[in-house]
């Protein structure tokens, strides 16, 4: 078993360096290039003119297919460590801040290949795989006591509907993270002169896409987080702070929902309500740091 | 004269609760209002969440002068408050008049959609497509009928002169799942009301073994401790604990099963849930007659002795009789403090002590007087003969009585489904005009899709194959976003 969980941590590394080089090739094409051109032009006096104009265009499209590439290993290592650790602990990774961590870096990779493949967007990475990465980093940074498997406590010896509705938690997350990552997009392209972004009004829908992912699959995430309550509790809402937080973020999604049927609200102020969202999205995560309650576990 | 009077009249005044009532109804049906009450609702729950966190002492630390206002803040219970109460009435009202409100328009567009268009509102589509064709008004339209309907399209045609107009969509269903989404969130609401109203909780529900004991709170329900099962680590930790119990309604055995930590039982509303367990005395009292006044097991610490912690206790009130018995067990722990077991009771034994049931000790105060049973041996006290039939235990259970569950299953199924119609099923539409041309007829399509990237994709989509069946390339009129669409893509190529 503890050559599985070794295994694991190795595969969360090698997904770590993937993923970090791959935000970075993003990066380089997504910003761009500047292109200075020079032209020398006889005049009627006899003398020349040299003239500089600057072009701002596309990074080197080489890099995206890096980024790509990358992206495809870290989403596989990280798959791999999310099941290795599965078939060391005999249950689904969820019980602590790394593997939750892990799941989420894992979910999101994937999901970012998914987009990207539907919309041909490789642009995207520069935000997604960059929140990956990042991810990665706090994973190192956590207590190397949670990288081992060990006894789940009482209160997470349940059954299916659980994992489920942290799986769901997890994914939801996962979604909201690409839906920020297409309304930064959105508000940079419409900005600022970046004609090698995609368009805003793609933009848009793959931030509204998202959204109907993960809206969904948040409110799987109260649901069933009620039944297990209730199963547990005997009681389907307390008022936990971790609780409130998600209904929190919930709220926040539905305002961005009902924000987009007006005119003169889809797109701007639609994509600042993304913001706000995964701003929102990024308490409900890190919640176990600073509320008490029911939701106290998960090493932290 | 007369006449200029006339006219310096109002033409028509509305009466004030009319215009009153409909701008109430105006500001209910307003999306903006809407976002503005969810929004306010969002801020709320915020200041809540944070409540219950170290974030506003962390201000308080950061900015002194805000102590005074962060303490408010801890002590202000906003789920509780009148206020949230209010936001949430608002939103509700505002879901069903919204409701009411939009099912005229969206049942039009389902079921007798507007099929007829100008060429002006074609012209100014920000997408459309006009395909020139040999064949003749009718037959264009039958191949774009047949076409649009592969698509699973509805089509609907209307000729006006010698043109053809058209409406097609797809998908139009989708239309209603707003209203399972909001009739959801309206029965949670009413669950969580349902539930406080008429639901209970009770947190030590004891039963012996081999004892019934009634649920109360009008439910008829009781239940039936058949078997108690515990299991240990060999350092002394407890590893399950198991409840075999019957469930009885208005007396009739209904259910029976299993409860164990994290694996409730549930029988309609009420759950049983397994909290703790303790050791109990199987007593036999009779009275002077060798009458019967008591036959069950009494539970032994949920009390203690007053003088020593360590000696379970616990009481049988006998109300036929006035009388309350009370009972203590052995020293549960007796190297703790060994001074204070005065009693020395043995293992089979238990002490007994007699008071008035209204409580006030007398001459027969625990520990002082009072009798020591014998396992098995009938003691005389006053005209009772008790008898201490053998140790067995007790376990205590948590009820949960929640009627408010199938409303919450019902809302729970119509958000999602609601979700589901609304997200994966989108109402997409096409408008087009069918007119005779030089050599044969001219159609000219657009798509209501403004804004909307996919409602274009999948018109371009459809444009591909209509390429083919129709037989001609269609003057495609581009939107500025041209080259994320591959179709456009290849036909600039």
């Known amino acids: 078993m503890d050559s599985l969980v070794r295994l694991s941590f190795y595969c969360f590394a090698a997904s770590s360096f993937s993923l970090i080089a791959a935000a970075v090739m993003y990066i380089v094409f997504a910003v761009g290039r500047v292109r200075v051109l020079k032209q020398t032009m006889a005049t009627s006096t006899g003398h020349s003119v040299d003239s500089n104009s600057v072009h701002h265009e596309a990074g080197p499209i080489g890099f995206a297919r890096w980024g790509t590439m990358l992206t495809v290993f870290g989403a596989l290592f990280s798959t791999l460590a999310v099941v290795l650790r599965w078939g060391a602990a005999g249950h689904f990774p969820l019980t602590n801040m790394y593997e939750f961590s892990l799941v989420f870096v894992s979910f999101l990779s994937i999901l970012h290949l998914v987009f990207e493949r539907m919309y041909k967007v490789r642009q995207l990475g520069a935000i997604t795989t960059s929140v990956a990465a990042a991810m990665t980093l706090y994973i190192w940074s956590l207590d190397p006591a949670m990288r081992e498997v060990n006894p789940l406590i009482p209160a997470l010896q349940s059954n299916l509907i659980l994992t489920f509705h942290v799986g769901a938690a997890v994914l939801s997350y996962a979604t909201f993270t690409v839906a920020f990552g297409a309304a930064t997009l959105f508000l940079i392209a419409t900005r600022w002169s970046t004609p090698w972004l995609p368009s805003p009004e793609m933009l848009d829908d793959i931030a509204f896409r998202a959204i109907t992912i993960g809206f969904p699959l948040f409110t799987i995430n109260l649901i069933l987080g009620s039944v297990w309550a209730h199963e547990a509790w005997g009681v389907y809402w307390q008022w936990d702070p971790k609780e409130t937080s998600a209904l929190f973020t919930w709220l926040v999604y539905g305002v961005y929902l009902h924000t987009r049927s007006l005119r003169g609200w889809r797109g701007t102020r639609s994509a600042y309500v993304l913001l706000f969202g995964f701003a929102a999205t990024i308490f409900t995560y890190y919640g176990n740091y600073f509320f008490g309650g029911l939701h106290a576990y998960g090493g932290v | ?493």
């Open chain 2, 1 to 493: 004269m007369a006449d200029v009077t006339a006219r310096s009249q109002p033409k028509h005044s509305r009466p004030m609760l009319e215009v009153l009532v409909d701008r109430i109804w105006r500001f209910f049906c307003s999306v903006r209002a809407a976002i503005a009450e969810i929004a306010f609702l969002t801020l709320l729950v915020l200041i809540g969440t944070l409540r219950g966190s170290s974030v506003p002492r962390a201000i308080a630390d950061l900015i002194p002068p805000l102590e005074g206002f962060v303490d408010r803040w801890y002590a202000w219970d906003v789920f509780r408050s009148s206020l949230f109460a209010g936001i949430l009435t608002l939103l509700t009202v505002a879901i069903i008049v919204c409701t009411i409100n939009r099912i005229p328009g969206i049942w039009a567009t389902i079921t007798h959609p507007k099929i007829t268009t100008t060429p002006g509102f074609l012209a100014g589509a920000e997408t459309s497509a006009t395909f020139t064709s040999a064949s003749s008004v009718d037959d264009l339209m039958a191949t774009t009928s047949a076409l649009l309907r592969t698509q699973r399209y509805r089509v609907l045609t209307e000729k006006v002169g010698d043109r053809t107009h058209f409406y097609a969509d797809k998908n139009r269903l989708s239309k209603l799942g707003t209203f399972p989404f909001h009739l959801g969130l309206i029965l949670l609401l009413v669950g969580g009301i349902v539930t406080s109203v008429y639901g209970f909780r009770e947190t030590e529900f004891i039963i012996p073994e081999g004892s019934r004991r009634n649920v109360g709170h009008g439910t008829g329900l009781s239940v039936e401790l058949n078997r108690f099962q515990d299991s240990w680590t060999e350092v002394g930790i407890p590893m399950e604990y198991r409840s075999e119990i019957t469930v009885y309604e208005d007396g009739q055995a209904v259910k029976s099963g299993d409860v164990t930590v994290n694996h409730p039982m549930s029988y309609r509303n009420a759950t049983f849930y397994q909290s703790s367990f303790g050791n109990a005395a199987q007593m036999t009292i009779t009275d002077g007659d060798g009458n019967i006044v008591y036959r069950d097991a009494a539970e032994l610490g949920i009390f203690t002795m007053r003088g020593n912690p360590d000696a379970p206790a616990g009481l049988i009130r006998l109300p036929s009789e006035g009388l309350q018995l009370t009972l203590v067990a052995p020293d549960s722990n007796p190297t703790n403090r060994p001074e204070l077991d005065a009693m020395a009771l043995e293992s089979g034994q238990l002490w007994m002590g007699v008071q008035p049931i209204d409580g006030s000790a007398t001459g027969n105060d625990i520990g002082q007087g009072g009798v020591v049973l014998t396992q098995g041996k009938p003691a005389k006290i006053g005209d009772l003969s008790v008898t201490f039939d053998r140790e067995t235990r007790f376990t205590v259970l948590q009820v949960g009585y929640n009627p408010g569950i199938p409303i919450f299953i019902i809302a729970s199924v119509a958000l999602l489904s609601g979700l589901a119609f609304t997200f994966y099923f989108p109402h997409r539409r096409v408008r087009g005009i069918i007119s005779p041309g030089v050599d044969g007829a001219v159609l000219t399509m657009a798509p209501l899709a403004k804004r909307d990237w996919s409602g274009k994709r999948d018109f371009f989509k459809f444009l591909e194959k209509a390429d083919d069946v129709i037989g001609v390339k269609p003057d495609v009129k581009h939107p500025a976003n041209a080259g994320d669409y591959e179709y456009l893509r290849r036909q600039n190529a």
